[in-house]
């Protein structure tokens, strides 16, 4: 047999292709990684070239679990236009269920007053979903299922929108980007085998409180709400040091609660971890989940060379 896998992954086999919503890959470092949820979400640094990686590995040493590898990049074309682009993949049980999310995004930035500004985003592409259970020992219950049967191998369009509203030290956004529905499985010989994907919603916000002259407070929130699944909410704490060392913690309602740190390397180089603690009881399959990030800002330019023009503080 080519794969032999304990219960743990057929019970998050049969969750993720079932239940009629499935969640999305999940982030601790999520202000981040804001242009991958949030088309509208803008910099306003003309002649700098945003890029971004993360990687995540949710439940490690659990058999199967789910990995997550994300890459970005965006800019200014204007004082009033962004534009993206982002690559997400999800791997489960190392190619066994593998989706791949590629999307351009566009951005319209207003100014509302010589502090503020409201940027309204469009994001669109194409997520492509293939299965292979070749090999696998299915437990009794799943042997006649035939979406275990025969591997699938599909390509959706989608499109997402989004509201991101910014000052110096103040960021809130709304965003869905995953307008379309699209169906994974579908009925086979009369047996009901469906898993689809529904819009998934999210609300962001963060602060920058000034505590003193070398110490920074950056408190964010996060919720992500689809039908048919449990709301997801992350509360983060983060300190920054001297704009250059950065440490918090953060909790995922009912989840997990989770350390992180990050730390500029070079002028425009940011790299960051995260480690997440299992609250729930999938903590007695896996010893938690970590995530890495790297952020680099590219300035075309020089316009910002020899001082920090603009902290990135999410």
């Not at 502090?115 to 997520?127: D, F, H, N, P, Y």
């Not at 086979?188 to 962001?204: C, D, L, P, R």
């Not at 740190?261 to 002028?267: A, R, S």
């Amino acid at each position: 047999m080519k794969k032999l896998f304990i219960h743990f992954l057929f019970i998050f086999f049969a969750h993720s292709i079932y239940v009629h919503a499935q969640q999305d890959p999940q982030y601790t470092q999520y202000m981040y990684n804001m242009s991958v949820i949030n088309p509208a979400y803008t910099t306003n640094n003309l002649s700098v070239v945003n890029f971004g990686t993360l990687y995540r590995s949710q439940w490690a040493s659990a058999v199967g679990a789910p990995k997550t590898l994300t890459f970005f990049a965006h800019a200014a074309l204007t004082e009033k236009v962004e534009a993206g682009i982002s690559f997400i993949t999800d791997d489960i049980g190392d190619g066994v269920l593998k989706e791949n999310n590629i999307y351009a995004d566009f951005a319209y930035s207003l100014k509302l007053d010589d502090e503020s500004r409201l940027a309204l985003g469009l994001k669109a592409g194409v997520t492509t979903f293939s299965t292979n259970f070749n090999g696998f020992r299915l437990p009794e219950e799943l042997e006649q299922d035939f979406a275990f049967d025969n591997g699938q191998n599909s390509t959706f369009p989608n499109i997402g929108i989004g509201a991101f509203y910014h000052r110096d030290k103040f960021y809130a956004g709304l965003s869905v980007p995953n307008l379309l529905s699209s169906t994974h499985l579908e009925n086979q010989n009369g047996i009901s085998t469906k898993g689809s994907e529904n819009m998934h919603v999210f609300a962001t916000a963060g602060y920058v409180y000034d505590l003193n002259s070398s110490i920074k407070l950056k408190p964010s929130l996060l919720a992500k709400m689809v039908k048919g699944s449990p709301l997801s909410f992350d509360a983060s704490f983060n300190a920054l040091i001297n704009n250059t060392f950065e440490a918090g913690v953060s909790y995922r309602l009912d989840d997990s609660v989770n350390a992180m740190f990050n730390m500029k390397i070079l002028p425009g180089l940011k790299a960051g971890y995260a480690y997440d603690y299992t609250l729930s009881n999938l903590s007695d399959f896996s010893s938690g989940s970590h995530e890495i990030f790297i952020l680099f800002d590219l300035d075309l330019l020089g316009l910002q060379r020899g001082y920090d023009k603009s902290p990135r503080f999410y």
